[in-house]
């Protein structure tokens, strides 16, 4: 399971590097008018706030699932130390 979940995380965090990388303005001209490079900004504003979300979805979503994984091994750490020895 804890395989599973790296896999996972790889390549999440390979596809939100490359949807940041793709909201940054760095590979563009230099805009001529105010309102071109105001509209460049407010496009990549919009894919930066997103990936933003992405993450903080990210890291409820692994929260959560560290809990329940940690919640489940202290049951099974209680139950085998309630058993009765042989």
Not at 8 to 33: D, H, K, N
Request: proline fraction near 3%.
């Amino acid at each position: 399971m804890l395989k599973a979940l790296a896999v996972i995380r790889t390549i999440y965090l390979v596809f939100i590097i490359g949807y940041t990388v793709r909201a940054m303005p760095i590979f563009t001209s230099v805009s001529t008018t105010f309102d071109e490079q105001y509209a460049r900004c407010s496009g990549a504003l919009n894919l930066v706030i997103r990936a933003a979300w992405f993450a903080v979805g990210w890291i409820a979503l692994e929260t959560l699932l560290g809990w329940v994984l940690a919640l489940r091994a202290g049951r099974r750490k209680v139950a085998t130390a309630t058993q009765p020895a042989p």
